[in-house]
């Protein structure tokens, strides 16, 4: 940057130069000290601060990762850090927003004492870590994701002021003894969101988990061989659980009283058990339920309306993603039966093959079951007398022009007598490859085509509900 040109930047008012920096990525701002005085102080009057280690990412394969690359990041984390952090002054700026992503080990009790000192001399509101391992542990040893959550544990001990005023915290490829987990819970008071990737408890216990404060908890692809059990979690609002590998239930809810939205992910592996929503939902009150079945067997069980009364009774949305084109859809019936203010609900059916394993051997191998996707769905239907009097809108993905699908949006259209519209969307294209809707596709896109379907559903009957098909 030439001095004249500095000269006139230095000139611009606080918060003009203030909008410029913050545009800039960290490395850029912490060079920004290197400028004139003014130049200076303009990094300590961010509100957000960004620290992150290159261009790695939580849940990121790292098979080519070496030791050189992420001694070279840690470096380059720790100066960044003193650079913004300790060069800071103590001023009437708060920090709204700190967010350091840093590799666990020597360096990182470095950066947390950084970051603790910080919270002790300014006004910080939320703070989050991304803790990461040099290695994936997807393809570590038992003792190598053990001594990563030794490390860990260390780590916390060493710095219980920067754990303590954290208010995000992501982990992931961790095996911790049975009582870490409670007391570094215990030290992270103001603790608002956790996501744990790859994690694990020691002799295959379960994981427990009580928080005054959390609000937001992300399980994803995590070994507690004996689940969850979310015991006492008043301030919980949304939950997200993603792959198990138990053959019991996965979580349980225990005190929960504020969940609204709750995420459930899995691909139905032959020893999974068939989960009742009432058991593992508890007294939960939720409003908002997503279901993913990977295109592969349901693993979620139908069960009467006396059963889901409790769990079921405020719901509102309901999103049932990656049925099997294979599976009968009035199954999804029970849901319906069970939510009596239910506003609406989104089913997508498609069998994604950028996600699905094809290989029958590699299918065997994973234990992927062999029965049809829908066994064990069977129930005993809708009664013929029954309303509701809430559902407003059903939007169905992947739509094809088959029978399956006309009986099921009858089957809706004669319960729901308020229903407004019915939303018939094509097959989503797959965002991994892009690969586009295949040639078989039997979704309707003539003008004529559209109107037999719109026939072949309303059945001679004048139901004023009106199909769409967007897009």
């Known amino acids: 940057m030439g001095g004249s040109q500095d000269d006139r930047l230095s000139k611009l008012p606080d918060d003009i130069l203030l909008n410029i920096v913050d545009r800039l990525g960290i490395?850029?701002?912490?060079?920004?000290?290197f400028l004139s005085k003014r130049w200076r102080r303009i990094p300590a009057m961010l509100s957000k601060i960004e620290i992150v280690v290159?261009?790695?990412?939580?849940?990121?394969?790292?098979?080519?990762?070496t030791s050189d690359d992420v001694i070279r990041a840690s470096s380059t984390t720790v100066?960044?850090?003193?650079?913004?952090?300790e060069n800071r002054p103590p001023s009437i700026y708060t920090i709204h927003r700190l967010s350091v992503q840093l590799f666990l080990g020597?360096?990182?009790?470095?950066?947390?004492?950084?970051?603790?000192?910080?919270?002790?001399?300014q006004k910080v509101g939320s703070s989050e870590f991304t803790i990461l391992t040099d290695k994936d542990g997807r393809k570590c040893t038992?003792?190598?994701?053990?001594?990563?959550?030794?490390?860990?544990?260390?780590?916390?001990?060493?710095?219980p002021v920067a754990f303590g005023g954290l208010t995000r915290l992501k982990l992931e490829h961790l095996t911790l003894a049975q009582s870490d987990f409670p007391e570094i819970f215990g030290i992270c008071k103001r603790l608002e969101f956790l996501h744990l990737f790859n994690c694990d408890v020691e002799i295959s216990s379960s994981l427990q988990v009580e928080h005054p404060q959390l609000s937001q908890l992300e399980i994803i692809n995590c070994r507690f061989e004996n689940g969850v059990d979310l015991k006492w979690l008043p301030k919980l609002a949304l939950l997200t659980f993603k792959g198990w590998f138990s053959q019991e239930d996965p979580f349980c809810v225990g005190?929960?009283?504020?969940?609204?939205?709750?995420?459930?992910?899995?691909?139905?592996?032959?020893?999974?058990?068939m989960l009742k929503l009432s058991e593992i939902l508890g007294k939960a009150t939720i409003s908002d339920l997503h279901l993913n079945f990977r295109c592969e067997k349901i693993w979620i069980k139908p069960e009467g309306p006396r059963q889901l009364w409790q769990v079921f009774r405020t719901?509102?949305?309901?999103?049932?993603d990656n049925i099997s084109e294979e599976c009968d859809l009035t199954w999804t019936l029970f849901i319906l039966q069970g939510a009596p203010f239910l506003k609406e609900l989104c089913i997508q059916v498609w069998d994604n093959v950028c996600d699905m394993m094809g290989d029958e051997e590699e299918r065997k191998k994973h234990a992927f079951s062999e029965e049809r996707k829908d066994k064990g769905t069977e129930w005993e239907g809708l009664a013929s007398d029954f309303k509701h009097h809430n559902l407003a809108v059903l939007r169905?993905?992947?739509?094809?022009?088959e029978c399956k699908f006309f009986e099921f949006i009858r089957s809706v259209m004669e319960a729901a007598v308020d229903l407004e519209g019915i939303y018939l969307h094509n097959r989503v294209l797959c965002k991994r490859r892009n690969i586009m809707v295949p040639s078989t596709s039997k979704y309707p896109k003539t003008y004529k085509q559209k109107m037999s379907v719109r026939n072949k559903i309303y059945k001679g009957n004048c139901w004023m509900v009106g199909i769409h098909f967007p897009g």
């Open 79 to 85: 100066e960044i850090t003193r650079r913004i952090l």
């Open 106 to 121: 020597d360096d990182s009790i470095s950066i947390g004492q950084t970051v603790a000192n910080t919270m002790a001399t």
């Open 54 to 65: 290159g261009s790695f990412h939580l849940g990121q394969d790292r098979s080519n990762v």
């Open 255 to 273: 005190h929960a009283p504020l969940l609204q939205s709750v995420s459930i992910t899995n691909i139905g592996l032959s020893y999974h058990k």
């Open 396 to 401: 169905i993905y992947g739509f094809q022009a």
């Open 315 to 320: 719901l509102k949305v309901v999103t049932l």
């Open 142 to 159: 038992y003792d190598e994701v053990a001594a990563y959550g030794r490390q860990l544990r260390s780590f916390v001990d060493a710095c």
């Open 27 to 33: 490395v850029d701002i912490a060079r920004t000290s």
